[in-house]
């Protein structure tokens, strides 16, 4: 599952076994599985599951993000196509949807009741401080991955469907000694190292080219400038919004409907409160019998102490208990709560008191007319968008776009030529098309063909290619601006790779490491110890080729920014047995992972039998062209 890459990726030593699984996934999900013509623009689908191009970025996208956070590695989406990360994605929501496509054959779904039981009384992310169901808190995690609750319910119990069928083959598996130790050692293992890297004074600045030189660099780099096929569309699209100037209200029914619907225009009423709560029932009575005697309330608590408080300030909507907002909500101020309940089988044992009370007060009508004027008109203007929708449909038959957009009074506009992830030449995206299944509908289509009718939950659109731009070289003299700042950039490149050669050169000569550094103008560092884990002193980048070199050995390595580093590996100790320890702790899980991905690959060829991957080959290379392809800037 994708959530398995994930948190595999996060960890240090994932580029140790990231191939594996890379390279078996290529062997099952290969070539001979092309399929041409899938419906929509998909890129594979499995079974009756498509995955287009917004899945794959979708998750790609957060893959980058966890290399980001976890060794502040900035990858682009090239970067992950060019690692194999991208590809690897693709392979492993190739299988998560072939698992799903084989439940829907033998008809094994998640139940309804077990979804709600996970978010309800197993997902601690979705409790609040009392351990009580937090609806807010799942809706909150729907919108951050731009989810409807449904959509987010839908995919909760497609993790679910795949845990069924995959839980007995894989929980009870255990990686052997054998096969993490050595994986241990090499993450383990610890080099002191020099440094050195370039200093400003081993660059000096390059001289201005002339016009022949800048031609000579456009003429060898050309591929650079290579702009990828687009595509120029026209739309037609209304929504609701576009009605509400149509919509027609007098001042007399505006007034009517703030006095009908007065709360939604007033301040809710606030409340105080404190709730007082035990994992001990008796102990929840015993305050509660104390409060009951006349005791004050801190002296009751000082005498119950497994009995804690918390207080907040609620207002109804806030309290997703309904039974639970009734009560607050019905409370005298200054008497707390006789009866203590569990809010639910998770949660402690409760009483809550009414400390104090802030009335709700109505916005003057004045201060909210237009809003009410607004929601109004929406409201009337959502049922004209409605009753229109069926006439759109019937019209959207074959009419040219224009005469369409003259019968129902909406302009046809037409966007900027675009790739196939929305982006122009200039590199800018443009935002109606991002994400959308239209554009890859578009990208089947030979110009002057209209899309099939797009309906959302709030708009309707139909799409013409006006035309196809095909793919192109921009000239010298559209790109010389940037020719030159490309020119510029890799004469400093060179410069500083000429000054780290030289130093390389020196040491090898018989100079010390320092009198080299000083006679190439570099800047030699204090010596470093470091595993392959990092180091705050070296470029990450830089590190890992430090790595590569042997023990006494001066070379040349690369860091993130392609800046040369010249690194002499002093000493190389292994891993200590204390540190061994530590280490197998936290790496077996990962290997086991690494393995078990194995095993599911062997899986992954019976299910094949059963349920087999299509790919549209063509499509996966001009996603990834789409990004290999440098934009004019």
């Known amino acids: ?45 499995v079974g009756d599951h498509e995955i287009h191009a917004r899945d794959l970025n979708e998750e790609l996208t957060a893959e980058i993000e966890a290399v980001r956070q976890q060794d502040g590695r900035v990858l682009t989406q090239a970067d992950a196509i060019r690692e194999g990360m991208a590809q690897q994605v693709l392979a492993q929501l190739e299988y998560r949807n072939m698992i799903l496509a084989y439940a829907d054959k033998v008809g094994i779904r998640a139940s309804k009741q ?74 383990g293992e610890t080099r002191t190292l020099v440094l050195a890297r370039v200093s400003d004074a081993a660059i000096a600045k390059p001289a201005e080219p002339t016009e022949a030189q800048l031609q ?14 687009r595509r120029r569309i026209s739309v037609l699209s209304f929504s609701p919004e576009d009605y509400i100037d149509r919509v027609e209200l007098t001042d007399d029914k505006v007034k009517a409907e703030y006095q009908t619907r007065i709360r939604d225009y007033s301040t809710p009423e606030t409340r105080l409160i404190a709730e007082y709560t035990s994992a001990d029932r008796n102990a929840v009575q015993s305050f509660i019998d104390l409060t009951q005697q006349g005791v004050a309330i801190d002296d009751a608590l000082k ?29 005298p101020q200054g008497k707390p709560d006789t009866n203590p309940r569990k809010l639910d089988e998770a949660s402690p044992w409760i009483v809550v008191l009414v400390k104090s009370i802030t009335p709700g007060v109505a916005q003057p009508y004045e201060e909210v007319a237009e809003k009410v004027r607004h929601d109004m008109a929406l409201s009337d203007a959502r049922r004209m968008y409605e009753d229109e929708s069926e006439k759109f449909r019937d019209a959207a038959g074959g009419q040219p776009l224009e005469e369409i957009g003259k019968q129902f009074g909406f302009p046809v506009i037409q966007l900027p030529p675009v790739d196939n992830q929305a ?7 443009t935002q109606l098309l991002v994400n959308n299944p239209a554009l890859q509908e578009l990208f089947t289509l030979q110009a002057g063909q209209m899309t099939n009718l797009f309906e959302g939950d709030e708009t309707r659109a139909m799409y013409r290619l006006d035309e196809i731009v095909p793919p192109f070289t921009q000239t010298f003299a559209e790109v010389k601006t940037r020719v030159h700042d490309l020119y510029m950039v890799e004469q400093v490149r ?43 002193q070296i470029d990450p980048a830089a590190l890992q080729g430090a790595f590569e070199l042997k023990v006494g050995e001066t070379g040349i390595v690369t860091g993130r920014g392609g800046e040369p580093w010249v690194v002499r590996v002093e000493k190389i100790e292994p891993v200590t047995a204390a540190s061994a320890a530590v280490l197998r702790a936290r790496v077996a899980p990962e290997v086991s992972q690494s393995l078990e991905s194995d095993i599911r690959e062997v899986f992954v060829r019976g299910l094949q039998k059963e349920v087999p991957i299509k790919r549209d080959e063509a499509a996966i290379q001009q996603y990834f062209q789409s990004y290999l392809t440098p934009e004019a800037s």
């Open 114 to 187: 077990a979804v709600a039981d996970l978010l309800i009384n197993r997902a601690g992310a979705f409790k609040d401080a009392l351990g009580r169901f937090n609806l807010d808190a799942v809706r909150a995690r729907a919108d951050a991955q731009r989810m409807s609750l449904r959509d987010f319910e839908s995919a909760v119990r497609d993790d679910l469907t795949v845990g069924y069928i995959t839980s007995a083959a894989f929980n009870a598996f255990r990686v052997p000694d054998i096969l993490s130790e050595p994986v241990i050692k090499y993450i």
């Open 303 to 331: 005498r119950t102490p497994n009995v804690a408080v918390a207080e907040r300030s609620v207002k109804p909507e806030e309290i997703t208990n309904e039974g639970y907002r009734n009560l607050i909500f019905g409370l």
């Open 1 to 45: 599952m994708i959530g398995g890459i994930r948190k595999f990726a996060k960890s240090k030593w994932a580029l140790v076994l990231l191939f594996i699984p890379l390279i078996i996934s290529f062997g099952i999900f290969g070539t001979q599985d092309v399929f041409s013509g899938i419906s929509g623009g998909g890129l594979s689908k």
């Open 423 to 429: 982006r122009t030449q200039r590199g800018d995206q």
């Open 494 to 536: 060179n410069a500083a790779t000429k000054a780290a050669n030289d130093m390389v050169a020196a040491v090898k000569a018989g100079r010390t490491f320092d009198q080299a550094a000083t006679a190439s103008k570099m800047i030699a560092l204090p010596a470093v110890t470091t595993t392959r884990q990092g180091s705050t």
């Open 216 to 229: 000579a660099w456009y003429d060898t780099n050309k591929q650079q400038f290579a702009q990828p096929e």
